[in-house]
């Protein structure tokens, strides 16, 4: 992975000197809440329901064993020991003391990490595959042009105060997306065309109150290019998306109000002023980058040795979870982990400082000190050897962290909801482990097949309820808290944004409005037909009908 | 006069900002919105060929807004309505890239101390500060980061060709 050079240190460490001055001058009462308020954003800071809420940047998902036991003695000595994995890779701590924040960020500064532009009207920490480089599906790793576009979007000095937020995400595997590239402000894919790699490119997706899947804006950019495209794009975009009014400050807007064309005519002219100029990507910082992301020293390996295959035979918990929670690797013999951070009873993405410990000690002892974070809320061993598949599993049941539900209705992606935030209208925490509790039998999970589940709190839309092939929202209606539930959404290449299917309901009867909309699915698959798909050959009404039969 | 922090340092701020023409004065030194400027284009033409009138753009404005002969202005003002209003960056960066420009690029409006390293980086040289308390202690606020990743008006090269 990326290590920092004296240079990028030097920046991080001088941004926490920047930070603690800055907080010494709110403290001091020489800066005013308001203008304080983007400081502490864009250094990770929030002010949530309860106390502060900290996000810290796990760049692309990937990081490292040091930087995991740095974040449990974080979490152990400024919160309460625990930490929570967001729909976009990063961490975030929710009780940290303002007045200890520029020490936290000292902290991380000590083993390459920060919190720098994980929130505010800027642009955030690039998200990517967490299969990234292991993956026998992509084209080659993305990491190192997720690396490039961190640099320069880091401190970019124009655009510190864009409209509104700006988030980019990058697959190098268009034919499985893992990374949500259509509902991203950007959205780039590595493509090969004419036997050339560069980059296809998409603008103006995106969630919150008004979800878009992002149309095509470029179909090719060469490699060298890629930083000039994305410049003009937000330059554009900083000049011209709306400021009068947040709700309609998105770059989704802007695309959508002027028109697709219109917004590329634009893209196209300012960036014919700036493709030949300082932004071309030379190839020796192409391969500077991508230096550090080499394979790992690997063994030569043949895939399903005898002591996988001999457990897979006689356990039949094992062979449950290794079908569900283990993805192939590009390497022979070698297999990704995904540790399931979606255990009933814990709000999902959550792990305590002690079990950050235990994944560090088994990424060292197994993955090559590696750890990713996936925006779905798990985790990931990258590196696995097969035949160490079995002890690897041990160790996962005895900490929790071996549910085999990875894909299936009970990984449900879902926000800290009213639980936490301030925004929330309703919880969504207790809604996905009610809706756990009630689908918990998981060979009964396996047979409904791949099936995403997600819930938001609100309208702004964290738990990515808009692209769940079951999206649940929270809502207020007259002080109660209430659920809409949507289908047919999907964050893959082929996204799409759920229906909503009527007058929302009561928290208590969410799962059994659940469960009605699986026994349509049921009456109606044919046989191994994952549930996006009947939804999208049967449509609404057959679901509809049985939802709301009783109020007939 | 709001305190002017220009190359760094105070100094004295010696341009009058006019945002209407009914402010608008017979001599002296001013900078006029491209408004007033149109509107009076007679007789502030001579004065900007003279290079004795500045010219301020609002943040809804671009560089092909300015009238001919711009470059003889000694003084280009970019207004900003709210320091949260990142627009006058991008024209900052466009007149320092795309004109010949090379006169004093002034920061004038909502323009708060923790502002002033972004915007010198965009190619601004003098500030005009909303907050007179805070001229004394604009001067530490350039040297913020020894480092960047981008070319910016400070340093030609991105960190790839150094």
Redesign the interface.
């Known amino acids: 992975m990326y290590q920092y050079n004296e240079?990028d240190q030097?920046?991080i460490n001088?941004?926490v000197a920047?930070y603690r001055e800055?907080t010494e001058r709110f403290l001091a009462g020489e800066?005013s809440p308001d203008?304080f308020l983007?400081?502490r954003l864009q250094n990770g800071l929030y002010i949530q329901r309860h106390a502060p809420m900290f996000r810290i940047a796990v760049p692309y998902g990937t990081l490292n064993t040091k930087q995991l036991r740095k974040l449990a003695s974080i979490s152990r000595n400024y919160d309460k020991g625990y930490i929570h994995v967001t729909t976009r890779q990063n961490f975030q701590l929710n009780w940290p003391a303002l007045e200890h924040v520029p020490d936290i960020l000292e902290e991380l500064a000590s083993v390459q990490m920060h919190a720098v532009q994980t929130s505010g009207?800027c642009i955030r920490n690039t998200t990517s595959d967490q299969f990234a480089g292991v993956s026998s599906e992509e084209l080659e790793d993305p990491r190192p042009y997720c690396e490039i576009i961190r640099?320069?979007s880091?401190?970019?000095?124009?655009?510190?105060?864009?409209?509104r937020k700006f988030k980019i995400a990058v697959s190098a595997a268009k034919n499985n997306d893992r990374a949500a590239v259509r509902v991203h402000d950007i959205g780039v894919y590595l493509v090969e065309k004419n036997g050339k790699r560069g980059f296809e490119i998409y603008a103006g997706g995106g969630l919150g109150r008004t979800p878009v899947v992002s149309p095509l804006i470029h179909d090719f950019i060469e490699k060298e290019d890629l930083i000039s495209y994305l410049e003009a794009i937000v330059?554009i975009y900083?000049?011209l998306g709306r400021?009068d009014n947040k709700f309609k400050a998105r770059i989704k807007i802007l695309v959508r109000s002027m028109g697709v064309e219109k917004f590329k005519a634009l893209v196209d002219e300012e960036w014919e002023?700036t493709k030949d100029s300082?932004?071309k990507?030379?190839q020796?910082?192409f391969d500077?980058i991508s230096a550090f992301f080499k394979d790992p020293e690997y063994k030569v390996l043949s895939d399903d040795p005898s002591i996988l295959t001999d457990t897979l035979a006689s356990n039949p918990d094992f062979k449950r979870w290794h079908r569900q929670n283990v993805f192939p690797h590009k390497k022979p013999g070698y297999a990704a982990v995904v540790i399931s951070l979606k255990k009933t009873g814990v709000a999902p993405g959550d792990l305590s400082d002690f079990e950050l410990e235990s994944i560090a000690d088994l990424a060292d002892e197994f993955s090559f000190g590696e750890i990713r974070n996936t925006h779905d809320q798990n985790m990931v061993l990258p590196y696995v050897e097969q035949s160490a598949l079995p002890k690897v599993w041990e160790k996962l049941v005895l900490l929790g962290f071996a549910t085999a539900n990875i894909g299936l209705m009970s990984d449900i992606i879902c926000c800290p909801g009213g639980d936490y935030c301030s925004l929330a209208n309703a919880k969504s925490i207790p809604i996905a482990e009610q809706i756990q509790r009630r689908f918990d039998d998981l060979d009964y999970l396996y047979d409904l097949g791949p099936l995403n589940l997600n819930i938001s709190g609100c309208m702004n839309a964290c738990g990515h309820h808009h692209v769940g092939h079951i999206g649940i929202l929270g809502v207020d209606k007259k002080g109660s808290e209430f659920y809409q539930v949507s289908l047919g959404g999907s964050s893959k290449e082929d996204a799409s944004l759920g229906d909503i299917i009527g007058p929302s309901f009561n928290a208590d009867e969410v799962s059994d409005v659940i469960e009605k909309i699986i026994d349509v699915f049921l009456e109606n698959r044919t046989e191994g037909e994952p549930f996006l798909y009947t939804y999208r050959r049967i449509g609404m009404d057959p679901f509809k009908e049985a939802v709301y039969a009783k109020a007939h | 006069m709001p305190k002017l922090i220009k190359n760094r340092k105070l100094q004295d701020n010696e341009w009058k900002l006019v945002r209407d023409e009914s402010e608008l004065e017979q001599s002296g030194k001013q900078i006029v919105t491209i408004d007033v400027y149109q509107a009076h284009e007679a007789e502030l033409k001579d004065k900007l060929a003279r290079a004795e009138l500045g010219l301020l753009l609002k943040s809804d404005q671009g560089i092909d807004d300015l009238p001919q002969g711009f470059e003889s202005a000694p003084v280009i003002a970019i207004d900003f309505p709210a320091f949260t209003d990142g627009r006058g960056y991008s024209i900052a960066r466009d007149l320092l890239r795309y004109t010949s420009f090379k006169g004093e690029l002034r920061a004038v409006g909502d323009v708060l101390l923790d502002q002033l390293h972004s915007m010198e980086r965009c190619g601004f040289s003098a500030f005009e500060l909303v907050d007179a308390a805070d001229a004394s202690k604009a001067e530490k606020c350039f040297d913020v980061f020894s480092e960047k990743y981008q070319r910016d008006a400070l340093q030609e090269k991105p960190v790839y060709q150094r």
């Not at chain 1, 880091?154 to 409209?163: D, G, N």
Request: hydrophobic fraction near 35%.
């Open positions: 240079f030097r920046i001088e941004r920047q800055q800066i203008q983007p400081i009207n640099q320069w880091t401190f970019h000095s124009e655009f510190h105060f864009l409209p330059r900083n000049k400021r002023r300082e932004l990507i030379p020796a910082e500077r």
